[in-house]
């Protein structure tokens, strides 16, 4: 190998871009790359020309022409005649809805899970463990089938509900109402509503920019709090008490909107035949969350036990001798460590949930799946276009989830000097 100690600016010579390692890994980049390029190219060429020979172009025209199908579950207006371009969007709002849903219900159970397994009582652990090996040893499809047999098969139908003795009982303080046709659930409403703001078909309404407003503006107030305190730890050697600051800083302007809008909960009613006033949640997409979050939580629960194992035994005991109790020792000492552990494996398990979802097929939810991926593509016959479509959309889904995931966990990981 050529290495050059006694001049700082040697000669250049070609042979340096191979035995000087100054130049070589540039090299093998350069290399790499050109192959890459060379494949990409090649593949690129080739689908062109079988598409031609089919009598086919790569064009994406398609997605500007009618739909001409129905959604059942929309976050925004949507109906036949809007175009597949629409159609593609209600989709891919439906795949983030049912993603955001099971990240948040299957990590909160995970974590529920994941610590009641390290419980000195030894029939919750072992209910925990069973939990845990029955659920991630079995394929998720065949869990999403169960949740709807089950939707399908027990839960009884709205007329159900009807009368002064009723064959079913709504739950959660008569707020909810499982049926086997959909989940009728309560709606928000406001005897006070200040208007919306109209953009195209969509409305925003004031109400929802007023409480975003006053929760940023809470965020850096107590964020600066914070700074404070610190500076006075830093000074004086004591932490002043700010906890009550910090949720009066939260609470009290987001009670004050609440009781000047009259923000309440409108219960479902059964008039009729099907529930009224409340929200009509299709039981496809109840039945694909409870089933990812199941299954998803199985395994992060996994990951919180290895994470909160990982930690010193001695953590906990210097924590005892302090005079912490069991619980306060967990929320305060062996959590915040366990996640610079437990938040790695995390993101794969939100990249996994999110893909996951595009198994809504099974149940009839129109995902992104069901939608450009589905009943776009028989329509229109442009499976290269439509295919394409999804793997980008997918790709930046992942990649944006992995990428947030990442910038909290460089947040929270250890700091080294």
Not at 86 to 106: D, F, P
Not at 151 to 156: D, L, R, S
């Amino acid at each position: 190998m050529v290495t050059y100690t006694g001049a700082d600016h040697p000669p250049f010579r070609l042979s340096m871009l191979i035995y000087d390692r100054r130049y070589r890994s540039l090299t093998l980049q350069a290399i790499v790359f050109i192959l890459v390029m060379v494949m990409a190219s090649w593949l690129i060429d080739n689908t062109l020309r079988n598409l031609s020979a089919m009598g086919k172009t790569l064009s994406f025209d398609f997605l500007f022409r009618r739909a001409g199908y129905d959604i059942p579950q929309q976050l925004i207006p949507y109906n036949s005649d809007d175009t597949h371009l629409r159609a593609t969007i209600v989709g891919l709002l439906n795949t983030l809805l049912v993603s955001l849903l099971g990240c948040i219900a299957a990590t909160v159970l995970g974590v529920v899970v994941g610590v009641l397994r390290l419980s000195s009582n030894w029939l919750i652990a072992r209910l925990m463990t069973i939990y845990v090996e029955v659920f991630r040893n079995i394929p998720v499809l065949l869990w999403i089938l169960v949740c709807l047999a089950i939707f399908t098969e027990v839960m009884p139908a709205p007329n159900a509900y009807r009368g002064e003795n009723p064959a079913a009982q709504m739950i959660l303080f008569d707020l909810i109402a499982p049926t086997n046709r959909y989940t009728a659930i309560p709606s928000l409403g406001m005897t006070n509503p200040p208007g919306t703001i109209a953009l195209g078909r969509e409305a925003i309404s004031w109400a929802l920019i007023a409480y975003v407003v006053v929760i940023v503006v809470a965020w850096i107030a107590w964020r600066r709090l914070r700074v404070w305190a610190q500076a006075v730890q830093d000074r004086t050697g004591t932490r002043p008490t700010t906890w009550w600051i910090s949720l009066a800083i939260f609470a009290v302007p987001l009670l004050l909107l609440t009781w000047y809008f009259g923000l309440h909960l409108v219960p479902p009613v059964l008039r009729g035949f099907n529930f009224a006033d409340g929200i009509n949640l299709d039981n496809a997409l109840v039945v694909l969350w409870l089933a990812l979050t199941l299954y998803t939580g199985a395994f992060i629960a996994e990951i919180v036990r290895g994470g909160i194992l990982a930690v010193s035994r001695g953590q906990t005991e210097a924590a005892f001798a302090l005079g912490l109790r069991p619980r306060r020792t967990m929320s305060l000492v062996v959590l915040p460590q366990a996640l610079r552990v437990i938040v790695p494996p995390l993101i794969s398990q939100y990249l996994n949930l999110t893909k996951n979802s595009s198994l809504a097929i099974a149940v009839g939810y129109m995902d992104l799946r069901g939608t450009l991926g589905g009943t776009t593509l028989n329509q229109t016959g442009r499976e290269m276009e439509c295919m394409v479509l999804m793997m980008g959309i997918y790709l930046a889904l992942s990649l944006i989830i992995s990428g947030g995931m990442n910038i909290f966990n460089s947040r929270v990981k250890l700091k080294e000097r």
